[in-house]
């Protein structure tokens, strides 16, 4: 059994005449461990497919399984368990709380799991301290360069020790290195935790760092390498 397998799988939006298929029968098999990378131009699908795998959203048709269980057909609640115990996430907008410290964000994080504070902030702190941020622990979001607001977002996605990551436009809103360098943590970090990693881009450049890439166009996809 594959970790994610995707059999014909679609996400309309709205109604006809002027449906989307934002997905549009997709069947992909996803194995532990492996970095894949989503390839495709803005509004190819990309974003709706990692909300489909990351129990975000539901198919319109088709299974997403997780494990052998289908994601589609679980209770919204049964889903957030999914989310908040399997699963971390890393946005292009880095999406921290701009009224919390770097370390605060990701205790934020873990409040839902019911990990006693001493132990979150110890989390935290590790986290901090593995994406090479220790000393910004307590520095608001506004304080740190996007780079570093992007590492504070890795290190949350890790804080649950997730099974799998998802990036969606990790490196969207920063330089080229700097996202260069951001591909690389999540890849050598997701290695450390034993976590697969799935990342959207537009990027080819991106691409490489990964082990697999999944092109996708008009919401189909297609293996590359
Ligand atoms: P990408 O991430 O590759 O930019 P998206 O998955 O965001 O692509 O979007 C794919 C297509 O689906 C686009 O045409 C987009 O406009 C459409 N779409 C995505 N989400 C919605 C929504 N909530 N309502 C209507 N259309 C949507």
């Not at 959207?200 to 760092?209: I, R, S, W």
Request: hydrophobic residues 40%; contains cysteine.
């Amino acid at each position: 059994m594959s970790l994610f397998e995707l059999k014909d799988v679609s996400r309309t939006f709205g109604k006809a005449p002027n449906e989307v298929r934002a997905v549009d029968g997709v069947s992909l098999d996803i194995e532990p461990g492996e970095f894949v990378c989503l390839i495709g131009p803005s509004g190819s699908g990309k974003s709706t497919l990692l909300q489909l795998l990351g129990g975000m959203d539901r198919p319109t048709s088709g299974v997403v399984s997780f494990e052998g269980q289908d994601l589609g057909s679980m209770s919204d609640s049964a889903l957030a368990g999914v989310r908040l115990k399997t699963f971390g996430f890393v946005f292009q907008q880095f999406n921290l709380i701009p009224t919390l410290t770097a370390a605060q964000n990701i205790e934020a994080a873990l409040a839902p799991t019911g990990i006693k504070p001493d132990d979150r902030r110890r989390v935290a702190q590790e986290r901090l301290e593995e994406v090479g941020l220790g000393e910004r622990a307590p520095h608001l979001p506004s304080q740190l360069s996007g780079g570093e607001q992007q590492r504070v977002a890795v290190a949350r996605s890790l804080a649950n020790d997730p099974r799998v990551i998802f990036a969606d436009e990790p490196t969207g809103n920063l330089d080229r290195r700097t996202g260069q360098e951001i591909i690389e943590l999540l890849g050598w970090l997701s290695g450390e935790h034993g976590a697969t990693l799935v990342v959207a881009t537009h990027d080819q450049e991106l691409a490489k760092a990964s082990s697999r890439v999944v092109a996708i166009e008009d919401g189909h996809t297609e293996a590359v390498r």
